[in-house]
């Protein structure tokens, strides 16, 4: 029978009665457990008196036969103790006491069995321990297949071991075990240790691993072949202490390598050499296993390598090395990985440097120099990188790689980075290195790969280095000879896109020295001409480029070409001398790449824009062949039948799955908060959006405005998913974000996000009309969490934008481009109820972000962050959806404790909470103090003009408040806000003119259409709009500028009148700024004019009229009327010469209430009309067109005027003359003349004749009763009315609608046949010559009166040859007919295109009259025409002209000899 330690304790705490010997082996015998009989009897506790009698009963058993390994293995149970406690009920047992107990009989028997056989007790211990641990791990051939291939012990195992290995230190302590001979003993079968066993042994301090590097021979093979192992192995699912375990050996052990590796110490010994020596083969063997794996499959990813560089930490390795140790350990990896088998040559890093970015490079590599890295800062990198360039033979792709990784993980490198090129472009001049030279172009050449975000582009950077006269190459004649041979000896490596840069922007080169310039220029291009890159496709232009990851296709080139030379015909009108030349000088590429380009089909517009023009003029030039240009016009029009654009790309992935993979990773990097990873991830999703995106990239193209196309964003199906998947996981993101911290608190990665999306034109148009698409068209189905991730997305946008391209909507609503931003806020149009809510909602979320996000910030910066587009939409709506708001304005002047405000932390919460509504948020923005801080800013500034054109754009149906609350709200700010509002921040200043001002100034505008920003919502204009609202608050005005105390005297009266006509002369001033406008700007002055009168008809009328007062008594004073009429009115009367009834009436009226101010008023109202009638000839002539219907109408108004009083005589003078021009024209001319100006009395014969439907018959027979010999008056009178008839005759020939040209003309030659024999009828016709015919001038526009030259022969050549005759003899005809020829050349010179007559052409009128003039010219005697001036200005004009006035006026000027004789 053999007895265990557990027999024997058993013993101990028995009653001797109880149980014997015999009992023992009965229960032995029946298979009966320990356990069984402890649960079967009623133990007790053994008395004190009886322990030692025990104990030497327990010795006595423990003798007999006893097996050192059995017994060894009973000590390590894990379970005895706690059994023996469970079984017995004793609670205060310790199982310390317990386990020490058994080994103290265990080394008890270890000494007498090793006395009996005569051996070291060590020697047995060690045997007795390995035979154990063998036991435990196992041997290779008792293994199951499953556990041969586990890298580590089983749970199970790892207990025992533990408990084997702290019985050994138990054995240790008390001298009875050997260590080291316990290692010998264990690798003497040669099998490689298990490196979790070595690491107990480390652990338990029973063999250290430095003892074992020391110590084993072949430490170095089996250890990397274990780590190799050990890396490679994944535990099973579930055994998450196996993972943690497997972290544990692994630090344990690096740390052991680095410690031992890298300690440095003062004097080493040999052997502490040798280990350092090992530990580092080790660790390198690693590092190689590592990147020989990526040499061989770059795009391998293992777990197993994954593991290995996880290590590389210093939370892992520090627990062992110090902080000196790591770092020359990181050091000396770095090294290693920077000179890994330097293949590569440098013609190779200049030919394939392309294909090395971060995106494209393996992860392992990556990720293994950011660990290495971790504990440099950037300059120590730098300047490690340069040491190991000047030192050693390295692995290019690994060194750029390398670079390309500090850049992308430390935004704050590129500083550092220039001055690394810096340093070594100066010693590379000094000393004509050209190491140092290859060194900088490769770096600057990576970054700029990188992206303009990371690093500036190649172009830019090569520009500043050598493009100026302060450049590296610009000291010296040598110094430029050395970077022109670099260059040149680069050229058979370099690829097509740095020839172009070095070709397109070449470095700085003195006159003298041009010729070596042009020597490496034609090099360049011959290379390039053998790259099948043809010198005729690098572009018409010079653009400002970087070397992008791929060269610039031609068809890019020519894309910016068409770009360049569209805007310069844009601005110049004509065609660029570029773009004329290369069609004649590069033919080829002008036929085969620019007008390709040019002629891409499109759908085009109704209305031609620039680039149709430019085409249009092109092919007027005979540049575009007609069948390429009638193939462009076809397609263009089955583009418009079916617009589908397709995108290629070239990638076996599908790239979209791709984006959506890296999208998701990038948001649970955002989670775990590793910015390193996130600026990693988005240069990955960077990369993919360029295989999208497959465009130029921007700093190629040079792009300087995108396209907003607002009525059809071009936008293929792709562009679309990709674009929608970026917004929503921007938003995602900022909703996962802010649940953790507020803006402020936040890391850069939104601003990193959005950075990374801006090196893509193609991209960045498409998100813009995405984002223009949403916020115009589906404002109102976006959700909250969908406002504030697109609000955050606009506002890093525009920040990021702040220096980029401009926008330009299309059609073009706005003048100019414009930033991002304003372009953005064209779309949120608050016309309606839902527009305005969808508009303070998103405006709300961007203020609030951006004011949380900028916080800590200087103020400039802050700005970058707040639109002020946005921030006037909520100055503008905010007080409008909250009434509240306008009774708490807080003035940025007043301090900030006097309002107890929740912080920006609050306002943020406010703005994320589910549950709080958009009011609240407002609200609680609105009394911000450092909401209205922005208002001492004036692009923060909602100015008077802004509110009222926002106010326009309002349906009145669908506006948000009702009609009474709408008053109410535009009363307050135009009364109570902007009013006292100081001029500096877009008020009034208290000045009620200014605020009118604003008012008409806005007014104008909406008729005029100049508020652009209506264009992109025609429902306004359709549904109506707030003008009349607004129009009775300017009603209002003016009314209190009239009849407050403060504006009721007379001097304030006549302030408002001439505030009135000083506003429309200077609004029609602005409209003509040349003395020679425009048809353009003729339309303009006329669409003002038109505008002015339905706003001038709103006004009351006697605000028209000044009443001054002299001599203590008032009086009408009409200047400014007649001056407005006169000057203004006149140029814009429909047709010629006439007023409308409403205007002529409405100033008539004014005339009317103004004279009752006086003291008499009809004396005042004749005073006015006399003043009328001798200055204002269109008015009187209005007057006269109109009287029929203003007689009833001003009667009535004067009657309630005067209390019933007659009308003033002057006024019933004027139904005087139309009686008697009725009467004259029945053939009644008993009929006394009126006492009235002759030029009343041929208006009134005017207006008779076509009141009575132009009776030429009635109307002869009055002029022979008005015949000029019957006298003056009557002559004048007939002149006049010859005026008229001209006007009319004009007037029929330039809108032939009426065809009533005969009548008129037969009209205008009986007043011919009337007055031929005087020369009054003559002056007419010479605008400029002083007479009382004069103020005839003043009737017609301008327009009219420099076409009474034309007037006067297309009148002339029509007569009979009797009446030319009876003409020609007029005295000073011939001068009037030699003005009228020239200033009829001048007309046809300046392109004036007239339609004379049916019967004959312009050209047949221009010869006509030159034939007529000629005969007319040798008809005179020589004293009919003295002035030379004439002759001198046909000499200009017509030679042929002059010449017969010289002969025929002064015959001697030909024949000098005659004087002579």
């Known amino acids: 029978m053999r007895l265990t330690v557990d027999d024997a304790l058993l013993c101990c705490v028995v009653k001797p009665s109880g149980m014997s010997l015999s009992a023992s082996c009965e229960s032995d015998s029946q298979k009966r457990t320990v356990s069984n009989l402890l649960a079967g009897r009623v133990l007790k506790r053994p008395k004190q008196e009886d322990e030692q009698q025990q104990q030497e009963a327990t010795i006595q058993l423990l003798g007999?036969?006893?097996?050192?390994?059995?017994?060894?293995?009973?000590?390590?149970?894990?379970?005895?103790?706690?059994?023996?406690?469970?079984?017995?009920?004793?609670?205060?047992?310790?199982?310390?006491?317990?386990?020490?107990?058994?080994?103290?009989?265990?080394?008890?028997?270890?000494?007498?069995?090793?006395?009996?056989?005569?051996v070291p007790m060590a020697v047995l211990a060690v045997k007795m321990v390995l035979e154990r641990l063998m036991e435990i791990t196992g041997t290779e051939d008792e293994k199951e297949e499953e556990d041969k291939r586990r890298g580590l012990l089983t749970c199970s195992q790892r207990v025992q071991l533990c408990v084997l290995l702290e019985s050994s230190k138990q054995l240790l302590s008390q001298g009875a075990f050997c260590p080291k001979l316990l290692w010998q003993e264990y690798r003497k079968d040669q099998r490689p240790p298990k490196l979790e066993v070595v690491y107990n042994f480390h652990l338990h301090n029973i063999l250290t691993l430095k003892y074992i590097l020391e110590s084993d021979e072949g430490v170095r093979m089996w250890l990397v072949y274990q780590l190799k192992a050990l890396c490679g192995w994944t535990p099973p699912e579930g055994e998450e202490e196996t993972r943690q375990v497997q972290l544990k050996v692994l630090s344990t052990v690096l740390g052991v390598l680095v410690e031992n590796g890298f300690e440095r110490s003062h004097e080493p010994a040999a052997a502490d050499k040798r280990i350092s020596l090992l530990c580092c083969s080790v660790l390198d063997d690693m590092l190689f296993w590592l990147?020989?794996?990526?040499?061989?499959?770059?795009?391998?990813?293992?777990?197993?390598?994954?593991?290995?560089?996880?290590?590389?930490?210093?939370?892992?390795?520090?627990?062992?090395?110090?902080?000196?140790?790591?770092?020359?350990?990181?050091?000396?990896?770095?090294?290693?990985?920077?000179t890994y088998k330097p293949q590569l040559t440098v013609s190779d890093a200049i030919t394939l440097q392309s294909e090395w970015t971060f995106a494209k490079a393996n992860r392992l590599v990556t990720c293994l120099f950011r660990k290495l890295a971790v504990i440099f800062s950037v300059e120590q990198l730098l300047c490690h990188l340069q040491q190991v360039l000047e030192t050693h033979e390295v692995n290019w792709k690994?060194?750029?790689?390398?670079?390309?990784?500090?850049?992308?993980?430390?935004?704050?490198?590129?500083?550092?980075?220039?001055?690394?090129?810096?340093?070594?472009?100066?010693?590379?001049?000094?000393?004509?290195d050209l190491e140092n030279m290859i060194t900088a172009f490769l770096l600057a050449r990576q970054g700029a790969l990188e992206g303009a975000s990371i690093f500036p582009s190649y172009s830019e950077?090569?520009?500043?280095?050598?493009?100026?006269?302060?450049?590296?190459?610009?000291?010296?004649?040598?110094?430029?000879?050395?970077?022109?041979?670099?260059l040149s000896d680069l050229v058979p490596f370099e690829p097509p896109q740095y020839l172009k840069v070095h070709v397109l922007h070449p470095?700085?080169?003195?006159?003298?020295?041009?010729?070596?310039?042009?020597?490496?220029?034609?090099?360049?291009?011959?290379?390039l001409a053998d790259l099948k890159e043809s010198v005729e496709d690098m572009g018409l232009y010079e653009h400002v480029s970087g070397a992008g990851i791929a060269s610039v296709q031609?068809?890019?080139?020519?894309?910016?070409?068409?770009?360049?030379?569209?805007?310069?015909?844009?601005s110049t009108g004509r065609i660029s001398p570029t773009v004329m030349e290369a069609s004649i000088f590069r033919r080829p590429y002008f036929l085969t790449r620019f007008l390709p380009a040019l002629l891409t089909p499109r759908v085009l517009p109704v209305k031609p824009d620039t680039r149709m023009s430019f085409i249009e003029i092109l092919k007027k030039a005979d540049k575009i062949p007609a069948a390429q240009y009638s193939s462009y016009v076809e397609s263009c029009q089955k583009q418009r039948q079916q617009d589908c654009s397709a995108v290629c790309l070239d990638t076996n992935d599908d790239p979209l799955e791709v984006l959506k993979i890296q999208m998701q990773e990038f948001k649970q990097l955002l989670v775990g908060g590793n910015d390193g990873e996130m600026s990693a991830q988005l240069s990955r999703i960077s990369h993919t959006l360029s295989v999208i995106f497959p465009a130029c990239p921007d700093e190629l193209i040079g792009l300087s405005v995108i396209k907003l196309n607002t009525n059809r964003p071009p936008s293929p199906e792709l562009h679309v998913k990709v674009v929608n998947m970026i917004l929503r996981n921007f938003c995602q993101c900022m909703l996962d974000a802010s649940r953790a911290n507020p803006p402020n608190k936040q890391s850069l990665w939104a601003s990193g996000f959005v950075s990374a999306l801006l090196g893509k034109p193609q991209l960045l148009s498409s998100l813009i009309h995405r984002l223009w698409d949403l916020f115009h068209n589906q404002g109102s189905s976006l959700s909250a969490a969908h406002l504030l991730g697109l609000a955050a997305f606009v506002v890093h946008l525009h920040n990021s934008m702040s220096h980029g391209p401009l926008v330009q909507l299309v059609p073009p609503s706005l003048p100019e481009p414009v930033p991002i931003g304003e372009a953005l806020t064209s779309a949120l149009v608050c016309s309606t109820h839902s527009n305005m809510l969808f508009c303070v909602r998103l405006c709300v979320a961007a203020v609030c972000y951006g004011m949380c996000r900028g916080d800590s910030l200087p103020q400039q910066q802050q700005q970058d962050f707040i639109l002020s587009s946005f921030y006037k939409k909520l100055l503008y709506l905010i007080p409008r959806l909250l009434p509240e708001a306008r009774r708490a304005l807080i003035t940025a002047s007043r301090p900030v404790s006097e309002y107890q405000e929740e912080n920006l932390l609050s306002l943020w919460s406010s703005a994320t909470d589910t549950n709080s509504t958009w009011r609240k948020t407002a609200w609680h923005l609105w009394r911000h103090p450092a909401f209205y801080q922005l208002g001492d800013i004036p692009q923060y500034q909602l100015l008077f003009s802004d509110w009222l054109a926002n106010e326009l754009r309002v349906q009145r149906s669908e506006d948000a408040l009702s009609d009474p609350e709408r008053q109410e709200y535009q009363q307050w700010a135009c009364l109570e806000f902007y009013l006292p509002h100081p001029k500096e921040q877009g008020g009034c200043g208290g000045d009620m003119r200014s605020l009118c001002s604003h008012l008409l100034n806005a007014i104008m505008d909406q008729h005029l259409g100049k508020q652009s920003l209506q264009k992109l919502d025609c429902s306004v204009s359709e549904k109506g709009t707030c003008l009349p609202d607004i129009l009775s608050r300017l009603q209002e005005l003016i009314y209190e500028m009239e009849v407050t105390e403060l504006c009721g005297s007379c001097r304030s009266r006549e302030d408002v009148c001439d505030f009135l006509f000083e506003f429309v002369s200077e609004r029609c001033s602005s409209t003509v700024t040349s003395a020679s406008p425009s048809i353009s700007t003729e339309l303009s002055l006329h669409l003002t004019l038109n505008t002015w009168n339905r706003v001038l008809l709103a006004l009351p009328a006697v605000l028209l009229i000044k009443v001054k007062t002299e001599g203590g008594r008032r009086t009408l004073d009409c200047k400014k009327l007649i001056k407005h009429v006169n000057h203004h009115q006149r140029k814009v009367c429909s047709p010629a010469g006439l007023l409308s009834f409403h205007l002529t009436a409405h100033l008539l009226k004014g005339v009317l209430c103004a004279s009752v101010h006086c003291g008499r008023a009809s004396e005042e109202v004749n005073k006015a009309w006399s003043q009328i009638s001798l200055h204002c000839p269109l008015l009187l002539v209005s007057t006269v067109h109109w009287w029929k219907r203003l007689s009833p109408v001003l009667l009535s108004h004067w009657s309630r005027l005067s209390d019933g009083e007659p009308l003033p005589e002057q006024l019933q003078l004027l139904t005087n003359c139309q009686k008697w021009a009725c009467s004259l024209e029945k053939g009644q001319s008993l009929s006394p003349v009126p006492a009235a100006s002759t030029l009343l009395l041929a208006a009134s014969l005017h207006h008779t004749w076509q009141d009575r439907g132009c009776n030429n018959q009635?109307?002869?027979?009055?002029?022979?009763?008005?015949?000029?010999?019957?006298?003056?008056?009557?002559?004048?009178?007939?002149?006049?009315?010859?005026?008229?008839?001209?006007?009319?005759?004009?007037?029929a020939l330039l809108y032939p609608q009426q065809n009533n040209y005969h009548i008129t003309r037969t009209l205008c030659t009986d007043l011919l046949c009337v007055l031929v024999d005087s020369a009054d009828w003559l002056l007419i016709f010479k605008s400029n010559e002083q007479s009382i015919y004069q103020l005839m001038t003043m009737v017609t526009s301008d327009e009219f009166i420099q076409l009474m030259p034309w007037a006067f022969y297309s009148v002339l050549l029509h007569q009979s040859a009797e009446l030319q005759q009876r003409a020609v003899c007029c005295p000073g005809f011939l001068h009037t007919a030699v003005l009228c020829y020239i200033s009829l050349m001048q007309l046809f010179l300046e392109g004036h295109r007239l339609r004379p007559s049916p019967e004959h052409s312009d050209n047949q009128?221009?010869?006509?009259?030159?034939?007529?003039?000629?005969?007319?010219i040798s008809q005179m005697p020589p004293a009919a025409l003295s002035s030379s001036q004439l002759q001198s200005q046909c000499a200009d004009l017509d030679p042929e002209v002059a010449a017969a006035l010289s002969v025929h006026l002064d015959p001697h000027s030909l024949s000098p000899e005659m004087d002579f004789l």
Not at 510 to 527: F, N, Q
């Open 507 to 527: 470095p700085f080169v003195p006159l003298k020295h041009r010729s070596l310039l042009m020597e490496y220029v034609s090099l360049a291009k011959t290379r």
């Open 398 to 432: 690994l060194v750029l790689c390398f670079l390309s990784t500090v850049l992308v993980y430390n935004p704050c490198a590129q500083p550092s980075l220039r001055e690394l090129l810096s340093r070594l472009l100066t010693s590379a001049f000094e000393g004509y």
């Open 64 to 118: 007999q036969q006893q097996n050192l390994c059995s017994l060894l293995r009973e000590v390590g149970n894990p379970e005895l103790c706690n059994i023996f406690r469970s079984q017995i009920g004793e609670q205060k047992q310790s199982k310390g006491a317990s386990c020490a107990i058994a080994r103290s009989l265990l080394v008890c028997e270890l000494r007498r069995q090793a006395l009996q056989l005569g």
């Open 554 to 570: 031609p068809q890019c080139q020519a894309v910016q070409d068409v770009e360049k030379a569209v805007s310069l015909f844009a």
């Open 291 to 338: 990147l020989d794996t990526v040499e061989k499959s770059p795009m391998l990813k293992t777990s197993g390598h994954q593991l290995w560089i996880q290590m590389f930490d210093a939370s892992l390795c520090g627990g062992s090395a110090s902080e000196d140790a790591l770092r020359c350990f990181f050091t000396h990896s770095l090294t290693q990985t920077l």
């Open 1405 to 1416: 009128i221009l010869s006509n009259a030159k034939q007529f003039l000629l005969r007319v």
């Open 461 to 486: 950077w090569f520009k500043m280095s050598f493009g100026g006269g302060s450049g590296y190459n610009a000291a010296s004649k040598k110094s430029l000879v050395f970077l022109l041979k670099f």
């Open 1258 to 1291: 009635h109307f002869s027979a009055a002029l022979n009763m008005l015949r000029a010999e019957r006298g003056t008056q009557h002559r004048q009178v007939l002149v006049f009315l010859l005026f008229l008839c001209v006007n009319d005759y004009v007037l």
